[in-house]
């Protein structure tokens, strides 16, 4: 199996380790003409949504890029990538990859001293998961056919559309691959 | 280890592979953010101004850092001088998102650097060598960056510094597990922050590039020598066209190994910023702070 991970900028390469650890093969995408190759699923890692898409306009990435995650191709989006994914942003008019209909708030919990681990996660599909927040952003409100997998103090947090996944937490860097299994047993 | 430090250190990797600009104005921050900026680290004059201006050079003005925390959605860093742990207790109350205990500053203390575990703000601190960059990370730095020769817009010093620190964890990767007391010893770091070294072929934080970082080819030097992302500060805002130039390294660092395309990047960015060669220099910062 061959997962392209989005290497433009942000935490890709711990998305990486953790796909190698499962035995996956991984493909950065770090420009159009990477889109060209061969993969079977994508991840949007975090980072600065800002910069990731500004880099996926300005490489000519985004078209394409579109057009795979709304033809079924199975993605899973943490962070910055929820925020790549969605159709609204909150207070903004950018919209980036645009392909999950939901509304997403950027930096919903503060700067960085709002930052925060989760202890008492839960992941429907995977159960109980500990998750980091950073700088982190929340879904405001989904659209019918969105289905919530994880909420944290009534936010939500996790969602699935179709084949795409998005997360507002980093399931890269606790440790723990489930969710990355749960992803990799859509394909 | 708390939790607040790991969070900290993971707020560095999302900046990974990004451009930290330093900016002067909400303005200046508004186009660094346009231009592809990760961060910016809000500063009263750029270090190139600072080294010509001399004197006593301090933390900026709480109110002007906070215009630029209004003016962009990125994360905003300031610099504290190195020991003024008030001035970092500063930072913290307006909830800046990095501080940068910074030798581009006059240092307040010549023996003591900040006790960092004390924050739960995260800190950045500039190292020339392994032994500096782990005694930074001891004392709770969350976050290293090469010193550099900031404001000359000339980066031999840069490269020096994480040629440096590469050779060093090279080394220590090598050597024997009964060699490492020693080396330990050798460096006054713990043991512990050794051990990691030599298991993990890399320092336990995020290690970005800065100092005398001037065009696309500097930054994308900076990365294939193994910088995780880079701090561009005089560079920008010094030159001819600072979107241009901001945006040609932000793609220049995404696309580090790719030559043809930082040919088309490195086209018509008008004049760089005018520099100063490293040799010339009477005060060197990177001499602040061991």
């Known amino acids: 199996m061959r997962i392209a991970v989005l290497a433009v900028q942000g935490a890709f390469e711990e998305h990486e380790k953790v796909l190698w650890k499962l035995g996956a093969k991984t493909v950065q995408l770090r420009k159009a003409e990477d889109l060209k190759e061969k993969f079977d699923g994508l991840i949007l890692p975090g980072g600065e949504s800002t910069?990731?898409?500004?880099?996926?306009?300005?490489?000519?990435?985004?078209?394409?890029?579109?057009?795979?995650?709304?033809?079924?191709?199975?993605?899973?989006?943490?962070?910055?990538?929820?925020?790549?994914?969605?159709?609204?942003?909150?207070?903004?008019?950018?919209?980036?990859?645009?392909?999950?209909?939901?509304?997403?708030?950027?930096?919903a919990y503060g700067r960085q001293l709002g930052s925060f681990h989760y202890a008492n996660g839960y992941f429907q599909g995977v159960g109980a998961f500990p998750m980091e927040f950073i700088r982190a952003p929340y879904v405001e409100s989904i659209s019918d056919g969105v289905e919530t997998l994880a909420a944290v103090e009534g936010r939500i947090v996790g969602v699935q559309y179709k084949s795409q996944i998005a997360v507002a937490f980093h399931p890269e860097l606790g440790g723990d691959s489930r969710i990355h299994e749960y992803f990799l047993r859509q394909i | 280890m708390n939790r607040q430090y790991e969070l900290n250190k993971e707020l560095?990797?999302?900046?990974?592979?990004?451009?930290?600009?330093?900016?002067?104005?909400?303005?200046?921050?508004?186009?660094?953010?346009?231009?592809?900026?990760?961060?910016?680290?809000?500063?009263?004059?750029?270090?190139?101004?600072?080294?010509?201006?001399?004197?006593?050079?301090?933390?900026?003005?709480?109110k002007m850092i906070r215009g630029i925390q209004n003016a962009v959605s990125i994360?905003?860093?300031?610099?504290?001088?190195?020991?003024?742990?008030?001035?970092?207790?500063?930072?913290?109350?307006?909830e800046i998102d990095y501080i940068d205990e910074s030798e581009v500053l006059s240092p307040a203390d010549d023996l003591y650097h900040?006790?960092?575990?004390?924050?739960?703000?995260p800190f950045v601190c500039g190292a020339k060598d392994l032994g500096e960059a782990l005694r930074r990370i001891n004392e709770g730095a969350s976050m290293i960056r090469t010193k550099g020769e900031p404001g000359t817009g000339d980066i031999v010093q840069a490269v020096r510094h994480m040629r440096i620190m590469r050779r060093a964890i090279a080394q220590i990767t090598s050597m024997r597990e009964d060699e490492l007391f020693d080396e330990a010893k050798r460096l006054c770091v713990p043991y512990d922050l050794i051990q990691y070294v030599h298991d993990n072929q890399k320092l336990p934080v995020v290690n970005f590039a800065a100092g005398g970082v001037a065009t696309p080819a500097d930054a994308a030097l900076m990365m294939q020598l193994g910088a995780e992302g880079v701090f561009v500060g005089s560079g920008i805002f010094n030159s001819g066209n600072p979107e241009k130039r901001a945006s040609a390294i932000v793609k220049a660092v995404t696309n580090y190994t790719d030559a043809s395309m930082i040919a088309e990047l490195s086209e018509d960015l008008g004049e760089a910023m005018v520099g100063i060669n490293a040799e010339e220099i009477e005060l060197l910062m990177a001499e602040r702070g061991k």
């Open chain 1, 51 to 107: 910069v990731q898409g500004k880099l996926l306009r300005e490489l000519s990435m985004l078209p394409a890029l579109r057009e795979k995650i709304t033809n079924g191709l199975p993605t899973l989006a943490t962070c910055a990538g929820l925020i790549l994914l969605a159709k609204h942003i909150a207070d903004e008019n950018t919209v980036h990859i645009g392909t999950l209909p939901v509304t997403v708030k950027r930096n």
């Open chain 2, 12 to 62: 560095a990797q999302m900046l990974k592979g990004g451009v930290i600009m330093d900016v002067t104005t909400p303005e200046q921050a508004k186009i660094a953010e346009a231009s592809g900026a990760c961060a910016v680290m809000a500063l009263e004059r750029i270090p190139a101004d600072i080294r010509a201006a001399g004197g006593v050079s301090r933390m900026s003005d709480p």
């Open chain 2, 75 to 94: 994360p905003v860093m300031a610099k504290c001088r190195i020991g003024h742990f008030v001035e970092a207790q500063i930072l913290e109350a307006i």
């Open chain 2, 114 to 121: 900040i006790d960092k575990t004390k924050f739960r703000v």
